[in-house]
T-cell receptor
Framework: ETGVTQSPTHLIKTRGQQVTLRCSSQ?????VSWYQQALGQGPQFIFQ???????GRGNFPPRFSGLQFPNYSSELNVNALELDDSALYLC???????????????FGPGTRLTVL | AQKITQTQPGMFVQEKEAVTLDCTYD???????LFWYKQPSSGEMIFLIY??????QNATEGRYSLNFQKARKSANLVISASQLGDSAMYFC????????????FGTGTSLTVIP
């Protein structure tokens, strides 16, 4: 059983650029959530995907968008990067039935994004 | 109002001693789940323990136990027999059952285990 993986590990971009982060969910999991964790803070929920559809969104602007693929892997896209987008981006997978998640989420190691 | 409040930015504990990390939560949803995660300096969030709002007994997982006081809306994590490897950030989180699958995290507590 493979765990949650994320790529790349680190990324440096400049303001105004676009970035795509990738996540492979744990085997058997059908739900992926994305979180932004600024330095010294707790993770903030960005959005969740269940069976390729967005299934909940936090307080993030539309320039944060995502995709989930048939194999349940996922991408997080951020357009028009701002300095405040510098953070650790965490992906978490879980097994869901309908609209309710079952117990815990398993997190990947994260992608550290730096915007200059 | 904050959904999850962790009032201890930093805690120190002697090796082999027990430590309690505080967490209070705010929800009007009768169905919810409470979680604790450990985040070492490497960044990965490691699931420790889960407590459902309808669970009658406090959850336990090895050296971890969750002191669930529903009326007080608190879900404190107790780590027994602390080890040096327990030094990390600890986050309390909540998922509300009726509003989708969003997890709300607290600001975390940094635990340092002293030899």
């Amino acid at each position: 059983e493979t765990g949650v993986t994320q790529s790349p590990t680190h990324l440096i971009k400049t303001r105004g650029q676009q970035v795509t982060l990738r996540c492979s969910s744990q085997s058997g999991h059908n739900t992926v959530s994305w979180y932004q964790q600024a330095l010294g803070q707790g993770p903030q929920f960005i959005f969740q995907y269940y069976r390729e559809e967005e299934n909940g969104r936090g307080n993030f602007p539309p320039r944060f968008s995502g995709l989930q693929f048939p194999n349940y892997s996922s991408e997080l896209n951020v357009n028009a990067l701002e300095l405040d987008d510098s953070a650790l981006y965490l992906c978490a997978s879980s097994l869901s039935w309908g609209t309710a998640s079952y117990n815990e989420q398993f997190f990947g190691p994260g992608t550290r994004l730096t915007v200059l | 109002a904050q959904k999850i409040t962790q009032t201890q930015p930093g805690m120190f504990v002697q090796e082999k001693e027990a430590v309690t990390l505080d967490c209070t939560y705010d929800t009007s949803d009768p169905s919810y789940g409470l979680f604790w995660y450990k985040q070492p300096s490497s960044g990965e969030m490691i699931f420790l323990i889960y407590q459902g709002s309808y669970d009658q007994q406090n959850a336990t997982e090895g050296r971890y136990s969750l002191n669930f006081q529903k009326a007080r809306k608190s879900a404190n994590l107790v780590i027994s027999a602390s080890q040096l490897g327990d030094s990390a950030m600890y986050f309390c989180a909540m998922r509300e059952g009726g509003t989708g699958n969003q997890f709300y995290f607290g600001t975390g507590t940094s635990l340092t285990v002293i030899p």
